[in-house]
């Protein structure tokens, strides 16, 4: 029953998110084609035949009718500006924003788990510093902190590609910038879990026992805190895989994000709703994996 309600929810949030995504494109005035060919000096009569071929002169409903059914095929159509399959455009650029997404969740699970325990368990200049830190990095906008650390990392101390070289050196920065913004989520709310369940009986007798510290945090104050924990980790998860757009392009990496930037700018319907669809479907499947282990951990759960 768990199951099946789960897979409900993904499947309204695919529909949700394509059908929006299918309306607000179609109430924009113009496409990549007409946009294209315009530009080329071709006649009106040859841009119609052309939107007329890829099925664009069709009522909405129709479009939209016809796009499920082919995606139900695994069909996404193909790019109106290079005739590409969109399948193709997303997979040859889906392996960066992957690694990406992973280094930098990585990072941000590790981070934001050190913040939120020293904000909650440290002392007072500890669990201050702690506090500005998270909130610095939930409040400064991404650009700004990776501009900074273009200049002093990659201008100044140049000890880091300020661009993607295809190696690890060049994956350091975006990494660890975007893991830097995604941890403070993590931290805040392990923060508030330790702070709740520091006072608790439970955790006050296994001091009173004389078990060490690290004991205590890790397998009586975190474990209480897990799912919830857990369940932050799998939203901001789900938002690195959909496209990290404002990462991919400042540090001039490929991938998923930049992708959907320059075929939004170009209208490209077919690659935006590719991606949409992707975006809406990884993060679907995330959210299902957190939490059928949220479902495991947690025996209160297993009773509803």
Known sequence: MWFARRMLSLVGALALAVSITFVLLRALPGDAITAQMRISGASAGSIAE?????????????????????????????????????????????????????????????????????AGLGGFIVSRTARIVIGLAISVPIYWTGTITLFVFAAQLRILPAIDDGTWRGLVLPSAVLGFHTAGAIARVTWATVRATNTADFVRTARGKGLRESHVILSHILRVGLPAILSVIALQAGFLLGGVVVTETLFSRPGVGRLLLSAALGQDYPVVQGIVLWSAFAYSVVQLLFDAANWLIDPRLRTT
């Open 50 to 118: 052309r939107r007329t071929a890829l099925g664009l002169d069709l009522p909405p409903l129709h479009q939209y009718i016809d796009y499920w059914i082919d995606a139900a095929r695994g069909d996404l159509g193909v790019s109106l500006i290079d005739g590409q399959p969109v399948t193709d455009i997303i997979m040859n650029q889906l392996d960066s924003t992957l690694l990406l997404a992973a280094s930098a969740l990585a990072t941000a699970a590790a981070f934001g788990l050190l913040l939120g325990c020293a």
